[in-house]
């Protein structure tokens, strides 16, 4: 998600004179777009701004002139007046609901008198309602928020109080950012929601719609080849969804369901609302309808309170389930949440080598995964030139980076039908099937 805030405040500063610049030596505005969710992720929000404290430095010794530095995102959120105070080269603070008022806060940074704008509102008017700057570019595969922040309050969790409350996008908003992405060239659409299939909004026939419904409406632009959308709740996973896993052909065979953990006892500790049965009887109904499909989910591991029987019942969930590529995280306390406080937090060693038993599982059926597809033709979208010479980077309908070659300059953007040679842990190796 933000990558998607990131181009939207692109494309919001481009007509009060901003264009991005791969340098930031010689930049006059640099925005730093933060992630609060784990402690690590905000360790280096604080390492970035220690280095574009000397980039800044340097300008300013070099020409006289002075840089805008604004942090944006979560961190920004969460803590709000801290970052001046511990990063005092910084002039704007704002949060993941208000950047669309950034152009309004660079105009008011007085280069003299170093006054200092921090806006963190929650604010009435949704956003994406002031958010009508043009698209300009994407590429191939581009983001579309549709759903933001979460009433679920998982004990570990911050986004409920980082993003605010679970908004839906309307559905005619929608449509329309689909329609000008699809005007600047791109062929997939990625729907982003904390909760993304929470979304719900009133249709085209006044109903009210979910997820499963959006994806058919946004089916029907022609242009538009490929759909994913990410993340899901297992307790708003409804048959509309899952059905359209196999009755709508442009939705790809991939799902994100993240579990956190496979005992019901740390589940119930979390807050998920869920069992380790009932996310399994999802995946089983979800396989039922499209049995191709590559399943995906999160770990939290060494939550507190989780002990070895705990951890063996998740091991034993990622056997039942057999991923095809999943995320496994150490538990990391963050203020203002529930979890932070419990009691029984797990000592780190424990949770190395818990965290390194559950990613040497995932790596394994990552891997079988993959060579599955070896001597397969899979269609990919060419989303970029690889390293070497003639070399191309798709990615597969399940999610995985294809790696290929061709003398034909011009295939960004096409759809190549490939024959798998050979699969590794993060990637596929493929060979042009159709002559171009
Ligand atoms: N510690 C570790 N991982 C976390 N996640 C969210 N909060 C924490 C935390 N406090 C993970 C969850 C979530 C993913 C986006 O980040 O697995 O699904
Ligand atoms: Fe965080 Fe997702 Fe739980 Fe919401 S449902 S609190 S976003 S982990």
């Known amino acids: 998600m933000n990558f998607y805030d990131s181009d939207r405040m692109t494309d919001l500063l481009k007509p009060h004179g901003y264009q991005l610049d791969d340098n930031e030596d010689d930049a006059d505005l640099i925005v730093l777009n933060t992630c609060h969710i784990r402690e690590k992720a905000v360790e280096k929000t604080y390492s970035e701004l220690g280095r574009i404290r000397d980039k800044i430095n340097a300008r300013k010794e070099k020409n006289g002139k002075r840089s805008i530095v604004a942090v944006a995102g979560c961190v920004a959120q969460a803590q709000g007046k801290e970052i001046i105070k511990r990063s005092p080269w910084v002039d704007i603070v704002v949060g993941p609901q208000s950047y669309q008022n950034l152009p309004e806060l660079i105009a008011k940074v007085d280069p003299v008198n170093k006054n200092k704008n921090i806006n963190i509102d929650f604010p009435t008017i949704p956003k994406f309602d002031q958010l009508n700057a043009k698209i300009e570019e994407r590429g191939p595969s581009a983001f579309l928020t549709i759903q933001e922040g979460c009433d679920k309050f998982c004990t570990f969790c911050v986004v409920p109080y980082t993003r605010g409350a679970e908004y839906s996008r309307p559905l005619k908003s929608i449509i329309d950012e689909a329609h000008k992405l699809i005007d600047v060239g791109v062929k997939e659409i990625t729907l982003l929601g904390q909760n993304v299939n ?24 022609n242009e538009l080849k490929f759909i994913r959308y990410t993340t899901s709740h297992p307790l708003d996973m409804d048959i509309e969804l899952i059905k359209c896993h196999k009755d709508n052909k442009k939705l790809m065979p991939y799902l994100h369901l993240p579990v956190q953990s496979g005992s019901d006892k740390v589940l119930k500790m979390m807050n998920r609302k869920h069992t380790s049965k009932e996310y399994l009887k999802i995946i089983e109904k979800v396989r039922h309808y499209n049995p191709e499909i590559a399943i995906s989910g999160d770990f939290i591991i060494g939550f507190p309170g989780e002990t070895d029987k705990d951890h063996i019942s998740t091991l034993s969930l990622i056997k039942q389930v057999n991923y095809a590529q999943a995320y496994s995280f150490k538990y990391s306390k963050r203020p203002g949440t529930p979890g932070s406080v419990f009691l029984n937090q797990v000592d780190e060693d424990i949770k190395n080598s818990r965290l390194y038993e559950v990613q040497e599982l995932l790596r394994s059926q990552q891997l079988s995964f993959n060579k599955q597809t070896i001597n397969s033709s899979i269609k990919v979208l060419v989303l970029k030139k690889g390293k070497k010479k003639h070399q191309y980077i798709g990615r597969s309908p399940f999610n995985q980076s294809v790696y290929f070659s061709s003398k034909n300059e011009d295939l960004i953007g096409s759809f190549i039908d490939l024959n798998i040679t050979e699969a590794f842990q993060n990637s596929l190796t493929g060979n042009i099937l159709s002559d171009l």
């Open 198 to 221: 929470a979304w719900s909004s009133k249709g085209l026939d006044n109903q009210n719609w979910g997820l499963g419904k959006l994806i058919d409406e946004l089916a029907k632009i």
